[in-house]
């Protein structure tokens, strides 16, 4: 089992910055990839980001190519996501999610386990 808390979540205005964290523990995570999802109201989960924690290999959905930025830190068993230039439709829970290894990282069914969520509100 692998437990996700999520923290750094709020409201900023347009063209500010957030940065969320994604505590991890219970298993070690030297062969699973983490990504981070968001579901805004009515919406299907989106893929955002996904991080190899092996390497440290990284992927990004188109829609935030160039503002959002995934790291980890291995000694703080902590992934985080950097969300630069931020814009009104970034609004949405954001989900952190840790699966094994598949090479599927855009895929919500690649990942086992799910934090709670982080509200990211972004104001016009």
């Known amino acids: 089992q692998v437990q996700l808390v999520e923290s750094g979540g709020g409201l900023v205005q347009a063209g500010g910055s957030l940065r969320l964290s994604c505590a991890a523990s219970?298993?070690?995570?030297?062969?699973?990839?983490m990504g981070w999802f968001r579901q805004a109201p009515g919406k299907e989960r989106e893929f955002v980001a996904a991080?190899?924690?092996?390497?440290?290999?990284?992927y990004y959905g188109d829609s935030v190519k160039g503002r959002f930025t995934i790291s980890k830190d291995n000694a703080k068993n902590t992934v985080y996501l950097q969300m630069n230039s931020l814009k009104p439709e970034d609004t949405a829970v954001y989900y952190c999610?840790?699966?094994?290894?598949?090479?599927?990282?855009?895929?919500?069914?690649?990942?086992?386990?799910w934090g709670q969520g982080t509200q990211v509100t972004v104001s016009s």
């Open positions: 999610a840790a699966g094994y290894d598949s090479g599927r990282y855009s895929s919500r069914n690649a990942y086992a386990y």
């Open positions: 991080i190899l924690w092996s390497g440290g290999i990284t």
């Open positions: 219970g298993r070690a995570l030297s062969r699973y990839a």
